[in-house]
């Protein structure tokens, strides 16, 4: 089976820059997603990272390390509206289907 | 064009009865994933249709079960409803399978008493 931990809460200041860490144990790895929640509200997916390396998508980038079970996202020049769970989750391979492990969510707080 | 849509919004049931849940993907979507959140395990993955066939499926135990219309709606059956079922219940839609960007709605709020 697969372990994903990811740190609870984390808090960083408006303007400067957050790194999030997610590791994971796994079976049968196949890709990593990010997404992001605010509070009351549905899921929004940020990225899936199926090779090795750094992907960026505007302010935001994700990071993925196969060999070391690794994995981060990185918010830059963060703003007030950055504020909500961040959710980790592995894809797992198992026989004829997939399924997703999420960890329990980073929750972020900026301040002014 | 349109997002996700779930129906209904919220619904109460009582212990032991069964429940559908709806889910209308954006148009052109062919995959549709369900999860279930919970203040308690966060959220967790049920199972994923492309193309009327369930293709992943997460740890939940058989009273959980979906389906797919060939218009790609689906449903989502709880049989014999317990009281740890109370949940918000997402799903999400794509363009294919669960390594593409998915798009959530909204949820059902189901409470079971």
């Known amino acids: 089976g697969q372990n994903i931990d990811q740190p609870t809460e984390m808090t960083a200041t408006e303007g400067a820059i957050v790194q999030i860490n997610c590791t994971y144990q796994?079976?049968?790895?196949?890709?990593l997603f990010w997404y992001q929640q605010h509070a009351g509200e549905a899921p929004t997916f940020l990225s899936y990272?199926?090779?090795?390396g750094l992907e960026e998508k505007g302010r935001f980038s994700s990071f993925l390390s196969r060999s070391k079970g690794y994995s981060y996202l990185l918010l830059k020049e963060l703003q007030m509206k950055d504020s909500a769970s961040y959710l980790c989750?592995?894809?797992?391979?198992?026989?004829?289907?997939?399924?997703?492990?999420f960890g329990t969510g980073t929750l972020l707080a900026v301040q002014p | 064009k349109a997002g996700v849509t779930q129906t209904p919004r919220y619904l109460i049931k009582t212990r032991g009865q069964q429940v559908t849940l709806s889910c209308s993907p954006i148009?052109?979507?062919?995959?549709v994933s369900w999860y279930q959140q919970t203040p308690g395990q966060g959220l967790q993955f049920l199972f994923e249709?492309?193309?009327?066939?369930?293709?992943n499926k997460g740890n939940f135990p058989g009273r959980f079960s979906g389906r797919q219309f060939s218009n790609s709606r689906s449903e989502m059956n709880v049989s014999t409803l317990e009281l740890g079922d109370s949940a918000l219940y997402l799903c999400?839609?794509?363009?294919?399978?669960?390594?593409?960007?998915?798009?959530f709605g909204q949820g059902t709020r189901l409470t079971v008493v």
């Open positions: 249709y492309f193309s009327e066939t369930q293709r």
């Open positions: 989750a592995g894809e797992e391979r198992g026989g004829a289907t997939n399924k997703l492990i």
């Open positions: 990272n199926v090779l090795d």
């Open positions: 796994t079976s049968g790895f196949n890709g």
């Open positions: 999400a839609s794509s363009l294919a399978t669960l390594g593409t960007e998915a798009f």
């Open positions: 148009s052109g979507h062919r995959s």
